[in-house]
């Protein structure tokens, strides 16, 4: 298995698998290990499987903007567990772009462990940190909902420009992705 090929935005998992905490920490390690900008390390990890947090945690969550008429995953198929990043303020004023590079460590070692798992920006910041006590230093930046993969997801290619996510009748989920030959730009000779 080629993990980043297997590493998608997966938002409906087998809620009733659990993941143990040491999965859970296996998985930020990924994230401790990976690249920092000016290797400062501003982020925390807030590591939860506990059923009823999780339930409370749930609702705080923006699931899929395009998807209109979709609120997230119904009861059992919601996330085992959360991973929380938290940027760390007395340790530095930012964090660059280490959230993204720590979020994505900790999606492809969840992979690799058979768990998927969804990056989520879209939450109320302040219930959850309320919720989760987190102290005044640590503000959340990030939120990543793991668990076992419930769902199919597929890659298209874009068409005709439209790159919006969209599921099918049986509930595959379809991520349009931009041709390499798109992406790529090479040197201009002459």
């Not at 919601?78 to 940027?87: M, N």
Request: proline content about 5%; aromatic content about 8%.
């Amino acid at each position: 298995m080629i993990p980043f090929r297997e590493n998608r935005s997966y938002r409906r998992y087998y809620q009733d698998v659990n993941i143990p905490e040491e999965d859970l920490v296996k998985m930020v390690d990924a994230a401790r290990l990976s690249p920092s900008s000016r290797n400062i390390q501003p982020i925390k990890f807030f590591i939860c499987n506990d059923r009823e947090l999780n339930a409370e945690i749930f609702p705080n969550l923006g699931w899929a903007g395009y998807l209109k008429d979709w609120d997230g995953p119904v009861e059992g198929e919601r996330p085992s567990g959360y991973i929380v990043l938290l940027h760390d303020k007395n340790i530095s004023a930012g964090y660059s772009c280490d959230h993204g590079i720590f979020a994505q460590s900790i999606l492809l070692q969840a992979v690799e462990m058979g768990y998927g798992g969804c990056m989520i920006a879209t939450f109320k910041k302040e219930a959850l940190t309320q919720l989760l006590k987190i102290e005044d230093n640590l503000e959340i930046i990030l939120v990543i909902s793991l668990g076992k993969p419930k769902e199919i997801v597929v890659i298209d290619e874009v068409k005709e420009g439209d790159i919006k996510y969209w599921r099918d009748a049986s509930q595959t989920h379809h991520v349009p992705k931009r041709a390499l030959d798109e992406l790529i730009i090479r040197p201009k000779r002459g």
